[in-house]
Each structure stands twice: as C-alpha cells, then as structure tokens.
C-alpha cells in the first residue's frame, strides 16, 4: 500500500479541512497530533499505552538516530516501526532543525516556541557555533561526543530511507527572526535547491527499494516572517518536479512568531496544493493549534506535552499546573476530572505528587500518558468540531476556560 | 475474606514443600518471588505490566513510605493496594532493616548480598552512624532530610497498619556478623520482646479495623550465624502468643552468609510450624533460591532483578550479561531467547542496547521486565518441579547452565 491523501470537509471560507492521511503502516484522520518519540521511543511510554491513548502516529528524528545508534543499525532491525515496535504510521524529521540548532546557543534567539526542541537539543547557551551551512549542506559537531559529521541533502535522505519512516521531510536551513531579510531570501533559495536534490535523491533511493514500501518526501517551506518569501517558497516546492518525482506533502518549517502563526500558515497554506497534507513543525499549545488548524495544517508534532510532563506539569481544560507543589500531597483526585486517560482512571493526583517528590520512574510515565492523552483528545475534538461545523464554538468555549483558568493560577 | 495458609505438597525427606497462602486481595501460590516496589512503584513498571509478568504480589517498605508521602496519606487513599493500583496482594517489610542501615555505612559489614538493599539503602561509606538503639526502639536520621525520627515496636506497627499491607512484619533488630556473639544473644532476647509488643499493638490495631481486611503479621527471625539462637529465636517465636494473637507467618532475616544459607534456613524452618508461611527477606539469585526453598522458605523478595536491570544487566538462562556493552549493539535476538516476557517478544538486544546509550527512560522499564520475568519464572518452575517430584533434576539443569555460562563469560 502506498501514500494518499483525500480531504474529507472543509472550515466553511477558511484554509482548514478534515482529511485522511493513508500510509504503509495506517491511515491518519486529520488534523491530528502527531506524538514526538526523538529517539525511537516516546520517553517512558510503551507503544501498547501510546496507542490506548490514542497516538495515531509517533515522528522520530533524523539527526538523533544518525548519532545513535546509527541509521544503519535501524535499517538492519527492519526500520523504525519495527525497532520500536510501534506498528502505526512513523514520521522522521530530517535532521535540518537539529544540526543548526544544536551547540549553537541557537534557543535564545528562536522566536519558535523552544518546546520544539528534545531535551537532547537544548544546549547551554554561549557555547560556540558548531554548524557551518554551505551550497553544498551542513557540517556540524555531535553534541554527544564532539565528532565532526556533514549532512547534505542526499546524505538526509539516505538516513531516512534507512531509518524507513512512512513520512520523512526534505532537508532544509532553519533560519531565525536574527537573521537579516538579505540572509533569509538566500536561505530560501538554498533551501529550494536543495528540495531538488532531496526529490532527486528520493526517487533513486526509492527506485532501489524493491519490496519496501514507499515512503512519502514531504518540502519543508520556511521563509521566516515574510509573507513574500513564505509565499514563494510554497509555491515554489508546489510546482518542483524531478525526474516525475514530486513532494507528497509539505512541512511549514522554521521561527513562527507565536502571534503571527495562524496568518503565516495561511500564507503557505494559499499557495500549496489542496490535495497535499500540511505538517506544522513543533506546536502544541491549544490556541497555537486551533489557529493552525484554522490555517490550512493537518497534522502537528511537539515534544513539549512529554517535556513539560517530566517536570510535573499537567494540562487540564482547566489550564495547566504543577502536581509538584504541595496542594496535590493529599489530592485524592484524578490529575483531570474526566479524564479517560489511563493515568487519571487509575491514580490520584497525591500518587503522582509521591511519585514525583520520589524522583520515581513512573512520574514521568503516568503525567507523559495524560499529556499526550491531553493533546491528542483535543486534536481529535478539534477535527470532529470541524466536521460538525461547530470549530468557532468549540474553540471559544475551549480556549476560554483553558486560559482563564490558567490566569486565574486555577 | 482473610489470611491462611495450606501446605499442599512436600519435598521428599526435606523441610521444602508448596502451598497457597491466602490473603484479602488474593492467593499466593508458593514458592513464589515477590517483587519489590520500595516506595509503592517497582521502579518503571506499570501493575499491569506485573501482572502479565506473572507477580503475584508486591512487597513494599514502611521506613520509605512513612517518610514519603507518610503513611497517614497512604491510608487516605485506601491503602497501599489502591494507592499504586496493584490490586493483588501485598507485603510491607516493617523500616526495622532501614532503620538500622541506612546512614551507618552498613553495607560494608553486611555478609547478606547488598542486592537486599533498595537504591536509597545504599549510603556512602564512612557516614557516622545515625541510627541508635535502646530497649523501647530506634532513633534514626532520615535519609532525606536529616530529620530526626523514633520507630519502635508500636510505632512500626501504626505505619503498617496504616499503609494496609495483606503481609506485614514485626519491628526487629537487625545486627551484622561483625557484632560480638554477646550482643547477638542480647539482640535476639530484644528482638523477641519486641516481637510480644508487635503482637499486642496488632491485636489492638486489629480490634479498631472493622470493615478493613485482615493483615497478617509474620515475626521476624534473627540470629546471624548461631544455630542455638537461630533456633532459640524460631521456637520463641513460634510459641509467642500475646492475649490469643499469635503470628501468622514468620519472616527469615538477617545477615545469612550466602555459603551456609540453606542451612540456616534449614535450622529455622526445623523449629517453626509447618502451617504457617516462612519469608525469606533478600534473596533473588538461583542457587540461593534453590537452597532456600530446599530449606523450608515459601516466599522470597529482592530488589536485585529491577536494580542490576536499570545498569543493563541481563539475566538469562545461559547466566548474566551486560546489554550495554559493544556486543549487543547490532543484535537482533530477543534479551533471552525463548523468553515469553513483553520486552523479549516485542524487543531486539540491539533496541534495548540503543536505549541505555540513549539514557532513555523505557531502558529500565523494559529490562526491569524482563528480569522479574525471569526471576518470577524460575521460582514458578521451582515449584513446579518440586510438585512433580523434579526438584534435584531441574536444579542441577538449571544451575549447572546458568553458571557454566557465566564462567565462560557467556
């Protein structure tokens, strides 16, 4: 089986749509939330509880898998689905955001919510600049071991058809808002150019892979804060076409400001193709979601929901709190009231807050599912919204109660 | 429903046998291997991952509960059953071993493999000793925050009664093979005066429980090396009845010298009745099993299986290795083959290698698994050898394999 996309409804005058993504390993409803398992695995979640929580599809990263264990080793276990045994649809990430940012103190000046990030990608900042981009691609320093690697465009798509995800991303130039006008339209340019290898190197790789199934190369569109360049950059990635090779999809890349999201979305979503799925790069705040959604994208990834919950943050439709602080010691109550998550039908807030002032391993696990679970339900409840013709009031009711709660220290 | 015990079949001309020990939440059929869950988690593991892993019940400790969260927010949550959502039966061990060697820098005089101690048992060596014993209990610092705190006999009782526990253990001294052959026979004259106190604070908590399950209270024996009063402490014990209240089961403890084990055990199991259940505190590797259940001991608890899984190593039938090291980087076997637990039907070596590397948190979780699996399955197998009349048969396969292997360095 291959890859297809059909929309399947519409945000009545708006970008928006419900869809079915169709992947070797499954299909995908759309919008959905796609879960963030950097290192081939969903940190301290099982794919079993990943699926019960209704995961429908975990993105791994290039640059971390190239690092360890290598990409070779992947392929040998039969690619990522089956190493880590999750038998749903799998994306990678091409490796471009994180040989930019890593060990370039790159977070204080990425405008992008730095929930995007892995713990991995977080470095102090002040450390000197370890990647260098060129025409020809990127040379950078492992943040592991300070080994010295390249990646190019082939060399990204090389690793990620070994890595053997349904969807990897063409390699691109992750700017930021620092960067002068002058700098991001020659990045935009480089980056379309480099499209063009990723689709020609694709396209033989996939030519050899007899028996495996195929694997969709969706463009990655940035062009930071500029209407015209995000523009030309969509429409340019739309009509590239190589060798009869074009991107079965497309990722809206690089620094979005926070206010301005749901209009650069719209930018990109105008000038892409109405038959191919759009994935927004590192968001999942519930206002950054319904405004993305709103603009055209149907799928989403962030580690942020499992990140926030290692520290004992929870997300509730009552805004977010920390279980960590000592109201939750003698709380006999689910973390959300409602919840149908497998951490909230099982345990209370005061076992977590034990687990927690524990430092047990479970913390991180039980608060990881409700996150997920969190971020997952209300992706799906936004989609079904959509499709009932009822988006508008499902985010104003939501998004109401979620903020106010969360200015009220609720 | 509450607490007995049925002897239901005897190793020929030894004291081993198998049996059912009933409690409120459920039989325990013995010999069996209870996992420990210290601060009510088995560090990484979910309870229905114990369950399918065959644990029929799960011990955990009074000293670390009572000083996080307190046993009173334990109580208010129903209890240690309902607080973690392990619904099968549990054990408490009574702090009397924490107590005593937690801050004394113990571990260097303890004969008993440190496997016995949890993580946060094991405390730098050369600490002056910060626990003090007199006739009515112990004064001890908390390991945690220097807080000064007393257990006695009473007080041990309280916490247990408190966290609700199926299994519980009377306060006991716990002495070292270094302490003089005087002080041991003091020890054991003051661990048996506290022994009639446990009981009596017992019957009196008891008394105040309506609605509540029975807890069974097992005494628990010392005696180091000494054979007179190994046997002396057994008898007395055994005999022990304070206003009708006797104990229903009888804990082994102590420093045992892993060469004279069986023997030990077999001293104690001579004196005490053959209808009540004996526990066997901190064993888990397989020739000590074997020589314990060949001496009479029914159950048995560890830390060892889940605390060598978190450093990566790996038992199998072929003996132990280390799935961190280079060799298991590109193998795609199962942890052990033909093992039927979740992580070797689901896992590669390689996979699990990557995850330790990656210092990934499921790297626990699944080689904890894994471990319990095997430590569970082979007293499982012990018990059922010893039913079918295989006892001799099955340990001289099983140990001649397992440490033939671990001698080749396989």
New interface residues.
Partial sequence: MSFSFEVTGHLEGRAGRTGVIHTPHGAIETPAFIVVGT???V?????EALRELGAQAVLANAY?LYL??GAD?VD??GGLSE???WHGPTFTDSGGFQVMSLGSGFKKVLAMDTAGLADDDVIAEGKSRMAHVDEDGVTFTSHLNGDRHRFTPEVSMQIQHQLGADVIFAFDELTTLMNTRRYQEESVERTHRWAARCLAEHRRLTSERSGKPYQALFGVVQGAQYEDLRRQAARGLADLEVDGQRFDGFGLGGALEKQNLGTIVGWMSEELPEDRPRHLLGISEPDDLFAAVEAGADTFDCVNPSRVARNAAIYTADGRYNVNTARS??S?EPLEDGCDCYTCT???R??L???F??K???A??LATIHNERFTVRLVDNIRHALAAGQFDAYREEFLGRFYAASRSGT
Same sequence: chains 1, 2.
Avoid: C, D, N, W
């Fill in positions: 290192k081939a695995t940190k301290g979640v099982l794919p971390h360890q264990p080793i040998e276990a190493f880590m045994a010691r003698r006999f099982h345990y209370t005061a076992y807050h034990h687990l002032k524990a047990e391993i479970l991180s696990t």
